[in-house]
């Protein structure tokens, strides 16, 4: 297990392991409550299990502030077919409301990028909902630039299962 070192004493970020399933669902529920989305979560500890330790599918460094969990980070890979590189998208940040404007989100967030470069990544990605101003501003300040000619677009459910059936 790898721990970072941060410029706060009492704050640590780990790479979440087995058993961490239940930290991380708590930080799912309570983003989307904040985002106004909790009714969307599908998520179980079981799901979580499988695609993060089982089968990999993404990674999550876990802030704990004096031992206790305050916050995550989830991510995985894409890929630059311009760069020819990979590149890492940033699923989820989120820290608990009442350890925010601490500087532990933009930590977390750093040794994200910090692993980027270690893989020799081209870029770094998100999105963040229209209305979060908040973070909007937070991101803007990291160096951030918003892609406002990109248009994000989803396929979920039905829809999804329906172009799968096309071919």
């Not at 925010?100 to 770094?124: D, P, Q, T, Y």
């Amino acid at each position: 297990m790898i721990d970072f070192e941060t410029k706060i004493p009492e704050f640590k970020i780990r790479l979440a392991k087995n058993g961490d399933e239940g930290i991380i669902l708590g930080f799912i529920k309570e983003l989307a409550a904040y985002e106004n989305l909790l009714d969307q979560v599908e998520a179980t500890e079981e799901k979580l299990h499988n695609t993060l330790f089982e089968k990999e599918y993404a990674e999550v460094l876990i802030g704990e502030y004096n031992d206790s969990p305050v916050g995550f980070v989830l991510f995985f890979h894409n890929y630059s077919t311009f760069l020819a590189k990979p590149g890492i998208y940033l699923e989820d940040v989120y820290v608990k409301p009442e350890f925010r404007h601490l500087g532990l989100g933009k930590i977390m967030i750093s040794k994200v990028a910090k692993i980027a470069v270690e893989r020799n990544c081209g870029r770094m990605e998100w999105a963040c909902l229209d209305w979060n101003e908040p973070s909007l501003q937070f991101y803007k300040k990291l160096g951030a630039k918003a892609m406002e000619e990109w248009v994000t677009h989803r396929l979920t459910g039905d829809s999804l299962l329906e172009l799968a059936l096309y071919s």
